[in-house]
């Protein structure tokens, strides 16, 4: 029996074609097929290897795709399956998706982050996979993973141990940057080896909301900011941040801000210049009546033009979320991204070969 996939805040629901017309209410079984061709997607980040774009994708085990053209994509397999050995020892409440991965290549190696988390907790640990390729058609495609680089224990750290992002610096050091509300954003050194933290230890604020009074250390609370995403250009590295509450449907309120440094350690600082560790960052994309939240974006330069990738909730299904690509430009030393985009990207998926 075929299934449609949908992610519903960190949850997986698998949804049999026949029962769908019901489950779905006035939507007609030929709504829902019409749906299945694009990409369903959360927290998408990017590859390219050999003239083949990869997506990593939040799921069981970590989902990935893959394209000839950055716009017809096929299931790839996942990395793990079903999970790291050491997960549910770790996190304990840990529901069985792996959130909001990162991958990047250096020195001929990939290297996959990934997070382990219990929803609304920062019970949390960063874990990094390897593999020397990412076609699954190589005898030497294998993920080993390496184990928890970082982790966050409720009521000891007032941070968040998910969503990494790794950028190696000008002077080739390697840096994560991640968190998600309570404390906000970080950003630690990496040892050499790409799979421990540097010492001594180097830890920096990158950005922050307001976080209230006598909330709990162990809750969430209000202060949504998640999502770290530092991309280097011309003469500065700039931070993007997704604010507001994703996975919400049509009460979504994600949305996507930046704000940029001449140093990788920070400060940000937004068009105004505001430091984003004061709750500060310039707006560059957010929902509308067509697309309820729009965020969790990766950024990367392809044939010489930034692309934006990032997830939005589709109004017209239900606040399923879909994978975008926009066109990234440039305007005195600020990214801009036309809204429009929303609507122009379309993702295929198509059956394998």
């Known amino acids: ?37 694009e990409v369903s ?7 390219e290897e050999q003239g083949t774009y990869y997506l990593f994708s939040t799921g069981p085990g970590i989902t990935i795709y893959r394209s000839p053209d950055r716009q017809r994509w096929q299931l790839d397999g996942h990395v793990f399956d079903p999970e790291p050995d050491w997960a549910r020892e770790v996190v304990p409440d840990f529901a069985g998706h792996l959130w909001a991965p990162d991958i990047i290549e250096r020195d001929g190696r990939f290297y996959l982050y990934y997070s382990v ?31 928890v680089v970082l982790q966050s224990v409720p009521n000891r750290d007032l941070w968040n141990a998910i969503d ?16 998600s509300f309570w404390g906000g954003i970080k950003l630690v050194q990496l040892a050499d080896n790409m799979t421990e933290l540097a010492e001594p230890q180097q830890w920096y604020s990158l950005a922050k909301r307001e976080r209230p009074a006598f909330i709990p250390d162990d809750h969430a609370g209000p202060a949504d900011i998640e999502a770290p995403f530092i991309f280097q250009h011309d003469d500065y590295y700039y931070l993007f941040v997704s604010y507001g509450k994703c996975c919400q449907g049509k009460d979504s309120t994600y949305h996507m801000a930046v704000g940029r440094s001449e140093n990788v350690q920070g400060p940000y600082v937004d068009r105004q210049g505001i430091d984003m560790a004061a709750g500060g960052g310039t707006v560059i994309l ?8 729009v ?10 033009q930034d692309y934006l990738v990032f997830h939005a909730y589709d109004a017209a299904d239900q606040g399923l979320q879909k994978l975008k690509i926009a066109e990234v430009e440039w305007s005195d030393g600020w990214p801009t991204v036309d809204s429009a985009a929303l609507g122009n990207y379309q993702s295929e998926l198509v059956d394998a070969d």
Do not use: K
Not at 5 to 30: K, T
């Open 1 to 37: 029996m075929m299934f449609e996939q949908r992610y519903q805040a960190g949850a997986v629901r698998l949804i049999s074609l026949s029962g769908a017309a019901a489950l779905c209410g006035a939507m007609s079984l030929a709504a829902v097929a019409d749906e299945l061709p």
């Open 41 to 47: 997607i959360h927290d998408p980040v990017m590859a």
């Open 117 to 147: 988390s219990a929803f609304g907790r920062n019970t949390s640990a960063i874990g990094v996979a390897t593999n020397t390729t990412l076609d699954a058609d190589s005898p030497d495609y294998a993920w080993r993973d390496q184990g």
């Open 164 to 179: 990494p992002h790794i950028i190696v610096d000008e002077q080739d050091t390697p840096w994560m940057s991640f968190g």
């Open 286 to 293: 957010e929902g509308n009546d067509e697309w309820y939240g």
């Open 295 to 304: 965020g969790h974006n990766s950024i990367y330069r392809f044939d010489d």
